[in-house]
């Protein structure tokens, strides 16, 4: 996924999670995380903040048509 490589050296953690077509990019930095996952062509994105409850729900998700937006979002939120 090209998303993965973009991202990749600007923060503190980047790895793939799920298998298969449940698989996405996890990004963490700064207390704050970033799932994103391919969807109908387009990117889903979730928004966490650090939280000590694992049932805790996303900040915010939003859906965007293209790698270079999803990187965007991602480092805006990570910032």
């Known amino acids: 996924m ?5 991202v990749t050296p600007h923060f503190e953690k980047v790895c793939l999670k799920g298998h298969g077509a449940s698989s996405f990019i996890y990004v963490l930095n ?5 799932e994103i ?9 979730e928004f966490w903040e650090k939280s000590e409850d694992e049932d805790a729900a996303p900040v915010r998700e939003q859906t965007v048509d293209s790698g270079e937006r999803a990187i965007q979002e991602a480092r805006k939120w990570l910032a």
């Open 37 to 45: 996952s391919e969807d109908n062509g387009g990117f889903w994105l």
């Open 30 to 34: 700064n207390g704050r995380a970033v």
């Open 2 to 6: 090209i998303v993965k490589t973009k």
